[in-house]
């Protein structure tokens, strides 16, 4: 029977940083993250009006960003990383600012942190996010990249891992960047998820934990994919999900869902 390689990376990220300990995609989440003992965070690359990428989940304000109405892609990168992403969260961070990506990236390689980097592009600018994306990625780690790193035989486990929900930002990460990783992101499972992760040359598929199955993921390491669980905040499921084969997650729940290599 083929054995199905392990999964090289730390096998539970701190999501967005710092989950529900800090506001989200903020210095501070990832310095709460890693005061918990995370070496791994997933974090949110999105392009403001520049083309420069900061770390945001949203494109459009009001949910972490209260002070003022707008989008992403309607700032700059200096006028995004003005505003306040904290005081949403509790009054201790209030004015903590968005982070920029490339500030973000020198800090987890400063401290030893692996970045699932997830592509999360304002609508329209899918391409065009995957491709900035992955160029700055390979730049910021191109004395670690390896030609084959973009494949599960020749990844290396300090470099980045880059996932979307948006195929056309993978194809553009894919293109710019193939030494780089990849994972697939999706909620509802794709009639063609096999099909369209091995097309992007994926090294993983990256699934909502409330519709991940044992038969999903045997197909998965059938197809030769790892499986990557989001947002995992109970140790029961996550239990449940290890028996699965599951070969790892994200959680929010940093103070109870404890880090694992």
């Known amino acids: 029977m083929h054995q199905h390689p392990v999964w090289p990376y730390a096998r539970i990220s701190a999501h967005r940083g710092g989950g529900t300990l800090a506001p989200e995609n903020t210095l501070e989440a990832f310095r709460t993250g890693l005061r918990h003992g995370f070496a791994a965070m997933e974090t949110d690359a999105m392009l403001a009006k520049d083309g420069v990428p900061i770390l945001m989940h949203d494109e459009v304000f009001g949910r972490t960003i209260r002070d003022r109405q707008g989008s992403v892609p309607e700032l700059t990168s200096l006028e995004v990383r003005t505003l306040d992403a904290g005081s949403w969260f509790s009054p201790e961070y209030c004015g903590i600012p968005p982070a920029g990506f490339e500030q973000t990236v020198r800090w987890c390689r400063a401290n030893r942190c692996w970045l699932n980097i997830e592509i999360k592009p304002a609508k329209g600018h899918e391409a065009e996010t995957g491709r900035v994306v992955a160029k700055m990625t390979r730049e910021l780690y191109a004395d670690l990249i390896s030609p084959a790193g ?107 869902v404890r880090p694992c290599l």
């Open 150 to 256: 973009g494949t599960r035989e020749g990844i290396v486990p300090a470099v980045p891992l880059m996932s979307s929900f948006k195929v056309a930002a993978l194809e553009a990460a894919l293109e710019t960047a193939p030494e780089l990783p990849r994972g697939f992101l999706f909620d509802e499972v794709p009639e063609d998820w096999v099909e369209t992760a091995k097309r992007l040359q994926c090294v993983s598929v990256h699934m909502n934990q409330r519709r991940t199955t044992p038969e999903l993921v045997e197909r998965a390491h059938a197809e030769g994919f790892w499986v990557f669980c989001y947002t995992v905040n109970s140790p029961v499921r996550l239990q449940e999900l290890w028996r699965m084969g599951v070969d790892a997650v994200c959680t929010d729940r940093l103070d109870i």
